[in-house]
């Protein structure tokens, strides 16, 4: 392909956060772009959604958003979150910092979020279509086959396709079908059903406003997100089979003792919760991994490209990255897609495979270790490190949310290093005690090798 971009049609596959947001940044570089979305328009009146309410948006996403213009306006409806505030079952809490003072996550709606974006996208003159379900990708002629909600069916011929539509993507399964692709997918034992914490009196927040809340208890753990309308979206991340587990809430009075006994004081702030669990779906939890990403003139992005699990708050802001990146490369290569397809692939790969490892660890710490003292104590530790030295030893979480120009591969390798020097310090006599007295900087040096 040559650079001179008004002359070339891409089709993107899926009008959600990650297809909107390459939209834009494509009609920004002059490309003939049109979008196709299988639902129906969720700006629509009549629109019914299926997706959680609310998002957490860190340095990755809003970076994109800064480049595409949408950053100040978009953070004028995200409430900034600053730590953890954990409930235990007596319901006594405990805050702990995400990081250093000002540093922050954004609670944001989706739906807002995703509506802002198209109406983005479509103000600079990407056409969106919804209703259309591809039947068929061809990866040798670059077309795409269409059916609408007519089960009318068009052939539709491209520059460039690319999949955005998300871990059940479409233009995926052309990929899996095609020579020496690998593919793996992979459900976790745990599913998720969303509750709600409505307002208070006058639109007030029944809990504290800037933080992310967690219930952790193990094999399982309750989470809850502030949105602007002073409500919550809570969301139980819970086995689906087992004791306890989805199977056993199997009647109003199995889930009114299990939420009165694990989850007393959420409990007393959520009037419907017996209706909500009720009337409320249970979704489930898949990875993704795929290899190659491009085949021909077709990309894959997004979750097309590494569906995660929702832990670490980054399967948005890494969607968003990609386009970034991509975008990106585009400039250093003059536009000429024959080069920054395979360098697209191979720079972001190993970034997709390490959020996707570390969202499944931080799974586990989330839900069994935040309300563990050694792991406090390790966090505490590891703060120390950072204050005196803030550059070398960055902690993984940090990293991962707040330092955008760091890899997702390099946080992950960084991190397994700190982790084996953390397990050391951790495992001398008397930790608890003498912390304090450790000899910080052979710490540091230890990193270093």
Known sequence: MTSTNHSKHIAIAGAGLVGSLLAIYLRKRNYTVTVFERRSDMRRSDYVGGRSINLALSNRGIRALEEVGLAEELKRIAIPMHGRMMHDVNSNLNYQAYGKEGQYINSISRSALNIALMNEAEKIGAEFHFNQKIEKTNLDKTTLT??????????????????????????????????????????????????????????????????????PRESFMLIALPNPDGSFTLTLFFPFEGNPSFDTLDSRTAVKNFFEKNFPDATTLMPEYLDDFDRNPTSSLVVVKCYPWVKNKSLLIGDAAHAIVPFYGQGMNAGFE????????????????????????????????????????????????????????????????????????????????????????????????????????????????????????????????
Not at 387 to 407: D, K
């Open 146 to 215: 269409l059916q609408n909600e007519h089960q009318q069916f068009t052939e539709k011929s491209f520059d460039l396709i690319i999949g955005a539509d998300g871990a059940f993507s479409a233009v995926r399964d052309a990929f899996r079908i095609s020579d020496r692709f690998d593919y793996q997918q992979f459900y976790i034992e745990h599913g998720y059903k969303e509750l709600c914490i409505p307002p208070g009196k006058a639109g007030a927040f029944q809990l504290e406003k800037h933080a992310l809340h967690i219930w």
């Open 322 to 449: 990609d386009c970034r990146v991509l975008n990106q490369l585009l400039d250093e290569h003059n536009d000429n897609w024959d080069n920054v397809l395979p360098v697209f692939q191979k720079l972001r790969k190993p970034d997709g495979d390490a959020i996707a490892q570390l969202a499944l660890d931080n799974f586990i710490e989330m839900r069994d270790l935040v309300a563990d003292q050694d792991f406090l104590l390790r966090k505490k530790i590891e703060a120390k490190l950072h204050a005196l030295y803030p550059t070398q030893w960055i902690p993984l979480y940090s990293m991962v949310t707040f330092h955008e120009n760091i890899r997702y591969s390099d946080a992950y390798s960084t991190g397994q290093k700190q982790k084996k020097i953390m397990d050391e310090v951790m495992s001398q006599p008397g930790i608890e005690r003498n912390w304090e007295q450790l000899n910080f900087q052979d710490i540091i040096a230890k990193l270093g090798r």
